[in-house]
């Protein structure tokens, strides 16, 4: 702001205040030659210290019109704040120049600046982008890293007198930067309560509402793109700023997007750790996903329903653009009367409302949309030539299958590696019935690769479910997996190997897996490929939740701890080494012993 064009000093006591701050509650000081200065917490500004937005506030506390003399200038701001000050609950004061960060919307023409009697003036600005850039300054980083827990922390203004003196306002105002811990305490014996995977990064969100990450490429994980994983640590580290407020987690590509007990979306890693040019955050922090409020439930990494049923979606996966403004959800507006399941593939997303009818969108290049072309298309198309309702979809990586109400399963994208399972059908850009296929309630697909569960709890799959020889990877046509039984609870894709968990058994023993082993992610000793399901030993106790990255496999045991096996050269198992390992390996968590 305008530093020379400010004639006349503003003097107040700005008092202590709760925090946050609703609706017009501003901290008021005491009225100085009419007029009555102010702070305050913009209402609905977020919890973290990214999104904590500011308010100074004057007004005209008289009957008479009272005036703010400034000097002529061609554009000044109506104040003259020059320093925000920080400090920390350790004591730590931080100063920071405001300069002309303030709101675009309260610059006036020129001075001096009249005030009706009862009128008030505002200027906003962030903390933000009064701190600056964190990954090039150390004070800045020193400060963000002190904010990373949740804390009280107390703020004040400088203002210039008529002499171009600063003035320090002797009062404070008072807020927690952080989300207030929630109430649910720690289940007893409990450790994890959800675990996922994407890419070479797993995800654990702890039963105190905690998410802990870990790979090659943890979310939330500080460091520039140059880094080496000598430079990173290891060992799962804590997302501090959403410590205790966690409900949900998903991970894609790297990619972790956690929902809070509030229904507000954050999401951390992948193109965000390295993206402070384009969305102004510092890396490794947690960024907010604006206009999604009251969510739900997450579908992967991309979208979310909210508390009416409709469907909200923001992209994450591609590259970045040039805007500077942050994350922003979109409303499918056509998502009435609610989504009952939301599949994400490689770059395409189809979603499947209440009614029975199915939506697609993204890439197309395959005719994985199910739309009769094979061109791109942005927003929600419906998969048309479909005979009846549906009950269950997948998306695989450049596929799709979706199980109908009479029990048919119908497939459509590309079936190089029969993931189709239309024998040598290479692709089709329309749903095709899969034939032999009955009975069917629900389906999963992966990486060129498809299962399906029929009425009596049978999995049969088909794609590319092997790599090596002497298998040639392919089941174009489907084919049940007897192995595992009737009593499939669950099926996991990695990259070229695929875990299911079961049910109805006593003991150890309820992990099965098969595909590609070179590093034991199917949890085979050998390095070679396998051809039929084989129990992955070692878990203490039975698994509860599976997931998968590329090369590695986790699981959730019914003593709440976390375990992973395969490859682990950049940590993806958890344990604080680089050791790869065909048996579970227990991911290094507080809470587990």
């Known amino acids: 702001m305008q530093r020379a064009c400010v004639s006349w000093l503003l003097g107040a006591l700005i008092m202590l205040v709760a925090s946050p701050a609703a609706a017009d509650d501003v901290a008021w000081g ?16 977020g919890p973290l210290p990214t999104e904590l937005e500011l308010e100074a506030v004057a007004r005209n506390v008289t009957s008479e019109p009272q005036q703010i003399p400034v000097q002529v200038c061609s554009t000044v701001h109506w104040t003259a704040f020059t320093q925000l000050h920080v400090r920390t609950a350790s004591g730590r004061v931080f100063s920071y120049p405001i300069d002309e960060l303030g709101d675009v919307a309260d610059l006036h023409p020129h001075g001096p600046v009249n005030l009706a009697p009862g009128e008030m003036l505002r200027e906003r600005f962030s903390l933000k982008r009064v701190v600056g850039r964190p990954t090039e ?15 009280q922390v107390e703020l004040w203004m400088e203002l210039v007198g008529g002499a171009g003196v600063p003035r320090r306002l002797s009062g404070h105002l008072k807020h927690r930067l952080g989300l207030p811990p929630t109430k649910a305490p720690v289940q007893a014996g409990r450790c994890v309560s959800q675990i996922a995977a994407g890419g070479s990064s797993a995800c654990a969100l702890l039963r105190d509402g905690t998410p802990w990450c870990w790979g090659s490429h943890p979310p939330g994980a500080r460091g520039t793109e140059g880094d ?23 991970v894609a590509l790297d990619i972790a997007c956690v929902r809070t007990f509030t229904g507000a979306g954050y999401c951390a890693g992948g193109n965000l750790d390295f993206s402070e040019a384009a969305y102004g955050e510092p890396g490794g922090h947690p960024v ?49 009367p609610g989504v009952a399941q939301v599949a994400t593939g490689g770059g395409f997303t ?67 590696y029969g993931a189709l399972g239309q024998g040598d059908v290479r692709s ?35 794609g590319e479910l092997l790599e090596e020889e002497p298998f040639p990877a392919l089941a174009r046509v489907p084919v049940e997996m007897k192995e595992l039984g009737h009593h499939v609870e669950e099926v996991v894709f990695g990259f070229r ?53 590329d090369r590695f496999t986790c699981a959730i045991t019914t003593d709440g701890s976390a375990w992973c096996w395969g490859i682990g050269t950049e940590g993806q198992l958890g344990t604080g080494r680089k050791d790869s390992s065909a048996r579970p390996m227990r991911v290094r968590l507080p809470c587990s012993g």
Not at 137 to 151: F, G
Not at 314 to 328: A, Q
């Open 30 to 45: 005491k009225p100085v030659k009419g007029v009555q200065l102010g702070l305050a917490i913009v209402p609905n500004s």
């Open 137 to 151: 300054n150390p004070k800045d980083a020193e400060l963000w890293n002190l904010l990373e827990t949740p804390q």
């Open 228 to 250: 080496t994983q000598d430079k990173r640590e290891l060992s799962p580290q804590p997302l501090r700023l959403l410590a205790g407020n966690a409900v949900e987690l998903s």
């Open 288 to 336: 907010r996903i604006q206009r999604l409020e009251g969510a739900a439930e997450l579908y992967g990494a991309q979208c979310a329903r909210v508390t009416d049923g409709s469907l909200a979606c923001w992209s994450l996966l591609g590259p970045l653009t040039s805007s500077t403004d942050g994350l922003f959800a979109t409303r499918w507006e056509e998502s009435t």
């Open 350 to 416: 189809c979603a499947l409302r209440r009614d029975g009818t199915l939506w697609c969108w993204g890439a197309n290049e395959s005719g994985q949309l199910g739309a009769g072309d094979v061109t791109p298309h942005p927003g929600p198309t419906r998969v048309s030539k479909l005979p009846l309702e549906v009950v269950s979809v997948a998306a695989g990586t450049s596929h799709a299958c979706a199980a109908l109400r009479d029990g048919s399963l119908w497939c459509w994208g590309r079936s190089e």
């Open 428 to 462: 089709s850009s329309v749903p095709i019935p899969i034939s032999g296929m009955s009975e069917v309630v629900r389906v999963a697909a992966g990486v060129d690769k498809t299962c399906a569960w029929k009425k009596d709890g049978s999995l049969w799959c088909f």
């Open 497 to 549: 190997h695929t875990c299911a968990r079961i049910s109805g058994e006593g003991g150890e023993g309820n992990v099965l897996c098969w595909g590609e082993n070179t590093e034991g992610q199917s949890g085979s000793a050998k390095p070679s490929a396998l051809s039929s399901p084989l129990r992955v030993s070692g878990l203490k106790g039975q698994a509860v939740a599976l997931a998968a990255g």
